[in-house]
C-alpha cells in the first residue's frame, strides 16, 4: 500500500530556534514568537511544490513572461488550541489562504481525541489544505482531525508540525497515507502520559500560559 512521505526538515535556522522553543526556560512570550517564525519557516517548505504558470509583465526595460504561482486555492486548518499559535506565522507568507478550525482536546486518561468545535471554509473541496499542530504525540489528534476534513471533501492535505513522536508518525501513515507529514524533528518516543521525550512539554500551555 502506497504510504505517505515525511519531509523531515533540517535547516539550521528551525532547528537552532526548536532548540530554543524545547528549552524549559523559554517563558510564554518568546515561546510564542518563536513558534511563529519557525511556522514561518515550515510554510517555505511546504509550499516547495506550488506549481507556476507565466505571466506577462513589463520591466523598466522590457515585457517578458515570468513565473507566477498559478491560482492554487490555499486553506489553513490549526488544531485548537495549540495549532493557532503556529496560524498567523504561515499565514505571513500564504496570506490569501482560507482558515478552518478544529477544536480537539486529548483526553487526559484515555488520550483519546475529543472534539469540541468544526469550521471549515465552505468551498474546501478546492483547496489544498495544510492541517497544522505543533505536536503530533500519539497522532490521535492529527488523525481525527483529518477525518473530520476529509468527510467534508478537502482537494488535499498536508499536515505540519513542530515535533512528531515515531508513534505518532506511524499511526498518521497508516490512518492517512495520502496525508504527507512536514516536521523538523521526530523525537525519541512518547512517555506513559503521552508526552513526546524529549519533546517541549505540553504545547498549549506553554503558549497561552496556562497549566
Ligand atoms: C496537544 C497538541 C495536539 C495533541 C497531540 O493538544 O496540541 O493537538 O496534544 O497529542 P496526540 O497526538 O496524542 O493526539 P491538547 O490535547 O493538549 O489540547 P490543547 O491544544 O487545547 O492544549
Ligand atoms: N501534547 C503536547 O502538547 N505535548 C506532548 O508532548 C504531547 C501531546
Known amino acids: 500500500m502506497p504510504v505517505s512521505e515525511v519531509h523531515l526538515i533540517e535547516h539550521p535556522l528551525i532547528q537552532h530556534k526548536l532548540t530554543l522553543i524545547r528549552d524549559k526556560d523559554t517563558g510564554p512570550k518568546e515561546f510564542r514568537e518563536l513558534v511563529d517564525e519557525v511556522a514561518t519557516l515550515l510554510a517555505y517548505e511546504v ?3 506550488l506549481p507556476l504558470e507565466k ?3 513589463e520591466t523598466p526595460i522590457m515585457k517578458g513572461e515570468f513565473d507566477t504561482i498559478a491560482g492554487k486555492k490555499i486553506g489553513i486548518v490549526p488544531i485548537l488550541r495549540a495549532g493557532l499559535g503556529m496560524l498567523d506565522g504561515i499565514l505571513k507568507l500564504i496570506p490569501a ?10 483526553d487526559p486518561d484515555t488520550l483519546e481525541p475529543v472534539e469540541y468545535y468544526c469550521k ?5 473541496w478546492e483547496r489544498d489544505l495544510i492541517v497544522i499542530d505543533p505536536m503530533l504525540a500519539t497522532g490521535g489528534s492529527a488523525s481525527a482531525a483529518i477525518n473530520f ?3 467534508r471533501k478537502a482537494k488535499s492535505i498536508k499536515f505540519v508540525c513542530l ?3 515515531p508513534e505518532g508518525v506511524e499511526r498518521l501513515q497508516k490512518e492517512h497515507p495520502d496525508v504527507d507529514i512536514y516536521t523538523p524533528a521526530i523525537d525519541e518516543k512518547l512517555n506513559d502520559h503521552g508526552y513526546i521525550i524529549p ?13
Do not use: N
Open 120 to 124: 471549515m471554509p465552505t468551498d474546501l
Open 97 to 106: 489562504a482560507k482558515v478552518g478550525h478544529v477544536g480537539l482536546y486529548r
Open 163 to 165: 515535533i512528531a513522536a
Open 199 to 211: 519533546g517541549l512539554g505540553d504545547a498549549g500551555d506553554r503558549l497561552y500560559g496556562t497549566k
Open 149 to 151: 476534513i476529509k468527510e
Open 47 to 49: 509550499t516547495r511544490d
Open 55 to 57: 505571466t506577462e509583465i
